[in-house]
């Protein structure tokens, strides 16, 4: 049973910091790689940051990376996503997902195993 579970979200100031974090069950945990996208009414889906098998690397977006960091514990099946200096353009719903690893991308396409999201509010 694949299943991934976020938690950490909810809402605070601007300038303000979360953590969120996402526990995958073991054939989730599988995958290569996991990371966080996020999404808010009428818009696409984006990536945010993904941590790999491949090479142990990770990549952070450009427009968090001054912000956000990412870290992947195998020992626990757990992704966490740090968010510190939060702007109240990063309100979005925050979701956890598993998938493959593509050089050069993170595209949701990659992606097969996916949480129920996590609401993050910043006013």
């Known amino acids: 049973h694949v299943q991934l579970v976020e938690s950490g979200g909810g809402s605070v100031q601007a300038g303000g910091s979360l953590r969120l974090s996402c526990a995958a069950s073991?054939?989730?945990?599988?995958?290569?790689?996991m990371g966080w996208f996020r999404q808010t009414p009428g818009k696409e889906r984006e990536a945010v940051a993904r941590?790999?098998?491949?090479?142990?690397?990770?990549f952070v977006r450009g427009f968090v990376k001054d912000r956000f960091s990412i870290s992947r514990d195998d020992t626990m099946n757990t992704v966490d996503l740090q968010m510190d200096s939060l702007k109240v353009e990063d309100t979005a719903i925050y979701y956890c997902a598993a998938g493959r690893y593509t050089q050069g991308r993170m595209e949701r396409s990659d992606y097969n195993y996916w949480g129920q999201g996590t609401q993050v509010t910043v006013s």
């Open positions: 073991a054939s989730a945990a599988s995958s290569d790689c």
């Open positions: 941590a790999c098998q491949t090479g142990r690397s990770t």
